[in-house]
């Protein structure tokens, strides 16, 4: 892998700040006409991955954020969700619980979508539409002795 140029370093650099390969190339003293293809080119290069990769697993070292760690909050915050609070009133000018109770159903199904795609457990579905012929070609007598 090649060494990169002192204005390639200061794409990384900026790149970390927001994940905005444009605004990176710009801050990184690129031009801003031609920024967005410049960002684009340059995250395609693999000497630039592996530079963002190590900084980007530096900097999770350096903080303490692991794949556990992001799980574990998920979870933890999913648990929280759900635990039912009471709904208060105002009765005779003293604040008392009404009976009903309410959680944050919407954080609770965030989290689980949350662990759910790091799981695996959902499966993106595109539905492709064509309309014609689709060229077949079929090699006969591969892998059978008895073609002519």
Known sequence: MKNLTPKQAQFCQEYLIDLNATKAAERAGYSAKTANEQGSRLLANVSIQAELKKL???????????????????????????QAEPVMMKEDGKWVES??????????????????????????????????EVPVSIKVGYGNSNAD
Do not use: N, P, W
Not at 57 to 76: G, H, M, P
Not at 103 to 124: I, W, Y
């Open 56 to 82: 980007q697993t530096k900097r999770a070292e350096k903080i303490e954020v692991t794949q556990d760690y992001v799980l574990k909050t998920i979870f933890d915050t999913i648990e929280r969700c759900k």
């Open 99 to 132: 009976g009903e109770y309410r959680f944050d159903s919407q954080a609770v199904l965030k989290g689980a979508e949350l662990l759910g795609r790091h799981l695996a457990m959902f499966t993106d579905k595109t539905k492709v539409a064509h309309e014609g």
